[in-house]
Structures are given as C-alpha cells and as structure tokens.
Nanobody
Framework: QVQLVESGGGLVQPGGSLRLSCAASEITITIYVMAWYRQGPGKQRELVATITTTGSTNYEDSVKGRFTISRNNVKNTVYLQMNSLKPEDTAVYYC???????WGQGTQVTVSS
C-alpha cells in the first residue's frame, strides 16, 4: 500500500526556515508528479509546489522565491525547503501523489513570534 509520511513541521519565528520531508513507500517517486499542498486555518486546501518526473518545478505565487521543492531519488523522499517564513504560511502541509490520489497525514507549520 502506498504511503506518504511527512515530517519537519513545527513552530518558527517570522523570517525563519523549515524543511519538510515526505518519505514515500511502495512507489518510486521519480515516475510521478509529486506535490505539496497546505491548508491554513479557515482556508481551503491550496497547491503550494509541484515537481515533475523531469525535475521541473512550479510554485504558488505567494511562495515563489521563498520555497523550494526537491527530491532525493535514492531516499525516495520529496522535500519542501521553506525560507523567509511569514505568519500567513501557517498551515498543515500535505504531500501528495496527485495521479494516485494518495495523501500523507500532514505536518503542522506555525509561524509566529
């Protein structure tokens, strides 16, 4: 059974950084588009970043230049490096394989002073 396990969330001050990890099992991430979504308090879930099978990346406008999605094919893990964090980045962050409709359990990111 395909599983995605996120980690790396936490409490960080504005301007700080976090790196989220998404460890995949029972799939090979290189043959799928992988994505990070987030859902803030009282908000709908939104797409944050994607990485294609060729390594091309795309980002939601508000995170461009601050967030970087990447993958480690050996570790079968996708990452989301988040820099210059803002309070509005506070959300539960989810990793997903859109083609399979598989989601991780989410990891909470809170940006607050």
């Amino acid at each position: 059974q395909v599983q995605l396990v996120e980690s790396g969330g936490g409490l960080v001050q504005p301007g700080g950084s976090l790196r989220l990890s998404c460890a995949a099992s029972e799939i090979t991430i290189t043959i799928y588009v992988m994505a990070w979504y987030r859902q803030g308090p009282g908000k709908q879930r939104e797409l944050v970043a994607t990485i294609t099978t060729t390594g091309s990346t795309n980002y939601e406008d508000s995170v461009k230049g601050r967030f970087t999605i990447s993958r480690n094919n050996v570790k079968n893990t996708v990452y989301l490096q988040m820099n210059s964090l803002k309070p509005e980045d506070t959300a539960v962050y989810y990793c997903t394989v859109p083609r399979l409709g598989v989601w991780g359990q989410g990891t909470q990111v809170t940006v607050s002073s």
